[in-house]
């Protein structure tokens, strides 16, 4: 990072006059610029082994083209990808000192610092991450964060995770703001008889949300007479998609229609008859299990 001190510079002699000195680091993946939170912003990071510098340029789609034409593509994130010998790197090449001006180091402070102050393998890295800003490699991989390289990285936020571990959030935030954000399930069934139900189910989204609701005449259910106002009984909840699709989740599968594979990614892929199937049976697995608010109703529906 930039120093705000001011340097002192002899008489005639201009910043960038002088050689500075470049070297390659040796050092395992870490993150070199972007935001702390690269899954949602973007982030650079690089490993280098002296005398090669290979960079990985995470590009989160939406904060490229927005959410709109993010849906058109279809998944979270491109990349770009970058390998560097000490010779690309040289500061005299007309790239470089192109490529440094675009990131702003070739005036005032930052011309400063990266001069006089940052040392040979940060210059090193600074030059390599400002040639893949300008143009400099190559189309990476795209996708999901299972379809990025699983490297391990010590993140910007001093936190070490695997690069598909700490973008994995975005995945889920993707589907349900940009994939599933027009989701629209209103599922009703009455029965066995539906002139006369003694039973009903409901299934209905609010933005991420699902809201499940389930009716049961209990005089039909076990045969035995009720007292007045506990014949039929209302069990009612919410829950957020991402928590319905978790494989994890303990009532997956407590419902025998309720795939557990099923993620909320793969819900995303489903055409949309098939994704109220797949809310629906996970609905009934989650009632099923964590049961609901209840309260005794007049009639089924109510």
């Known amino acids: 990072m930039a120093s705000r001190r001011k340097q002192q510079h002899l008489p005639g002699i201009e910043p960038g006059a002088q050689p500075v000195e470049i070297v390659i680091p040796t050092m395992e993946w870490k993150q070199i610029g972007g935001d702390m939170d690269p899954g949602t912003y973007g982030g650079t990071i690089a490993t280098a082994d002296g005398d090669h510098v290979e960079l990985l340029k995470i590009m989160?789609?939406?904060?490229?083209?927005?959410?709109?034409?993010?849906?058109?593509?279809?998944?979270?994130?491109?990349?770009?990808?970058?390998?560097?010998?000490?010779?690309?790197?040289?500061?005299?090449?007309?790239?470089?000192?192109?490529?440094?001006?675009?990131?702003?180091?070739?005036?005032?402070?930052?011309?400063?610092?990266?001069?006089?102050?940052?040392?040979?393998?940060?210059?090193?890295?600074?030059?390599?991450?400002?040639?893949?800003?300008?143009?400099?490699?190559?189309?990476?991989?795209?996708?999901?964060?299972?379809?990025?390289?699983?490297?391990?990285?010590?993140?910007?936020?001093?936190?070490?995770?695997?690069?598909?571990?700490?973008?994995?959030?975005?995945?889920?935030?993707?589907?349900?703001?940009?994939?599933?954000?027009?989701?629209?399930?209103?599922?009703?069934?009455?029965?066995?008889?539906?002139?006369?139900?003694?039973?009903?189910?409901?299934?209905?989204?609010?933005?991420?949300?699902?809201?499940?609701?389930?009716?049961?005449?209990?005089?039909?259910?076990?045969?035995?007479?009720?007292?007045?106002?506990?014949?039929?009984?209302k069990q009612y909840a919410e829950v957020e998609l991402d928590e319905l699709f978790d494989p994890n989740g303990k009532h997956r599968g407590a419902y025998s229609g309720d795939d557990r594979s099923t993620t909320l990614v793969d819900l995303a892929k489903m055409e949309p008859e098939d994704q109220e199937g797949a809310i629906v049976s996970a609905a009934i697995a989650y009632l099923a299990y964590f049961g609901g608010e209840e309260e005794f109703v007049d009639e089924i529906g109510d």
């Open 60 to 233: 989160p789609v939406r904060e490229y083209v927005g959410d709109k034409e993010a849906a058109d593509v279809g998944f979270p994130f491109w990349t770009k990808e970058a390998w560097f010998d000490i010779d690309d790197l040289d500061p005299k090449n007309d790239d470089v000192k192109s490529a440094l001006q675009y990131a702003g180091f070739s005036e005032g402070d930052q011309q400063i610092w990266f001069e006089d102050e940052a040392t040979p393998e940060e210059r090193a890295l600074v030059i390599a991450e400002a040639l893949l800003d300008y143009g400099r490699g190559d189309e990476g991989p795209s996708g999901w964060s299972e379809d990025l390289p699983d490297y391990e990285v010590k993140w910007s936020s001093d936190e070490t995770a695997t690069l598909r571990k700490y973008l994995a959030d975005e995945d889920d935030a993707f589907v349900r703001e940009v994939l599933l954000a027009d989701l629209e399930v209103d599922y009703e069934k009455y029965g066995p008889d539906e002139k006369d139900p003694t039973g009903g189910l409901k299934v209905a989204t609010r933005g991420s949300t699902v809201e499940v609701t389930e009716w049961t005449d209990v005089e039909a259910a076990n045969g035995e007479e009720q007292p007045e106002g506990e014949k039929i009984v």
